[in-house]
Nanobody, 131 residues
Framework: QVQLVESGGGLVQAGGSLRLSCAAS????????TGWFRQAPGKDREFVAV???????????YYRDSVKGRFTISRDNAKNTVYLQMNSLKPEDTAVYYC?????????????????????WGQGTQVTVSS
C-alpha cells in the first residue's frame, strides 16, 4: 500500500509559477513510477507528467505536449517526494492536480501515461490560474 498526499496548490496569475509536492509513505517509493494527472471541471482526468527511477542517476520523464518546456517533474527518493514545478502558467492549466503511483514491476525506463496504469492516487490539490 502507498499513501500519497499532495500540497502546493493555490491561486496564481497567468504567467506565474507554483510547485506541487507529493509526499509518499508506505512501500518502497523508488520502486514506483510517479505521475501527475489533472482534472478540470467537466473534463476527464488527463495525464500531465511522470518520472521513474532506474538506479543511480538514471531518471526517466515524460510530459504531455501542452506542458513541455513549462513544467518540470522531479523526485527525491530519500524524502519519498515528487515535485511538479509549473512555470508560465496559463488559465487552461486550472484543474485539480493528482499525484499517482504505478509499480515498476521490474520494467526499465517505465513512464506510464494512462489512468489505468496507476494503482495509487492522492486526494488532489487545486490549482487556479487567473487571466
Amino acid at each position: 500500500q502507498v499513501q500519497l498526499v499532495e500540497s502546493g496548490g493555490g491561486l496564481v496569475q497567468a504567467g506565474g509559477s507554483l510547485r506541487l509536492s507529493c509526499a509518499a509513505s508506505g512501500r518502497t517509493f523508488s520502486s514506483y513510477a510517479t505521475g501527475w494527472f489533472r482534472q478540470a471541471p467537466g473534463k476527464d482526468r488527463e495525464f500531465v507528467a511522470v518520472i521513474s527511477w532506474s538506479g543511480g542517476n538514471l531518471y526517466y520523464t515524460y510530459y504531455r505536449d501542452s506542458v513541455k518546456g513549462r513544467f518540470t517533474i522531479s523526485r527525491d527518493n530519500a524524502k519519498n517526494t515528487v515535485y511538479l514545478q509549473m512555470n508560465s502558467l496559463k488559465p487552461e492549466d486550472t484543474a485539480v492536480y493528482y499525484c499517482a503511483a504505478a509499480p515498476l514491476g521490474g520494467r526499465y525506463a517505465y513512464t506510464p501515461s494512462t489512468f489505468n496504469q496507476y494503482d495509487y492516487w492522492g486526494q488532489g490539490t487545486q490549482v487556479t490560474v487567473s487571466s
